[in-house]
């Protein structure tokens, strides 16, 4: 992608669940999987892509989606291996995808809970050992969403986000950031702010302390394994709208799992990794 367009890209985007019932042409295909094979993470993690034409499954599937999508030919799918940060290097490179494809004009929404996951694992043919946490069809978006999806649009609130005092905070958590207040991080955590979520739930949470921005997550103890992949993968969304606009704004930096935060942590709020600039 373009780097000068993914501030704008990010803007644009909307999830797309109702689409044009033709396949992928040969030229937006292979654009889709030659970027595939550029992808990586900032983790160490070693994340699997994979793509099937609905119509082409040879195992005779039926690939389900609960009715949440309409018209959908083609479908991406997201794998990784047992291993330290790896949904979270699932929702990076996924996202990365994800935002490649609507710059180039076809609509994808991310899928965690709503579709038949052993029916798309035998599709792609992804191995038992992977763990498989997430799917988005892409293709061209309908003229009009279905009512279904207008519907979900509605009581997900799509279109909203949570303000910047419930989201950012500066040096502890007790102390809201206001926008205006970050300087030359600003559009990094605005475009934080408007990534996707799972039931739009916006789980990230910052603290910035001496220069460094600390991340975490939100979300209660008692959700179950499966939940807490997908508040992960949610976080790797995040992460990468934050890198990848602090990479287009020219900064440079790595991101760092630092002991010793000296930060009060509130109940239900884990802590994931830091971004340290470079000097």
Known sequence: MNEQSIIETIKQRRSIRTFQEKRLSDE?????????????????????????????DKKGEKLGTYGVIKGAET????????????????GYEFENLILYAASIGLGTVWLAATFSKKNFASAMGIKDDELFPA???IGYPAEKRSIKESIMRSALKSDNRKPWEELFFNNNFDTPIHNDETEDYQ??????????????????RVVKKGGIYHFFAEYSKKISDEEKAVKEVDMGISLYH????????????????????????????YYIISWVENN
């Open 28 to 56: 937006d295909y292979n654009k889709i999987t030659f970027h595939i094979k550029t992808l990586n993470n900032p983790f160490g993690v070693k994340v699997n892509i994979y793509i099937v034409n609905k119509s082409l």
């Open 75 to 90: 479908f991406l799918g997201v794998t990784v291996h047992n291993e330290k940060n790896n949904f979270i290097a699932a």
């Open 135 to 137: 799917i988005s069809p």
């Open 187 to 204: 559009l990094c955590l605005e475009m934080m702010r408007l990534a996707p979520s799972s039931k739009n739930q916006q789980p990230w």
């Open 242 to 269: 934050f890198h990848k606009t602090a990479e287009t704004l020219g900064k440079t930096g790595s991101f760092k799992v630092i002991e010793n935060l000296d930060i009060n942590i509130p109940e239900n709020i």
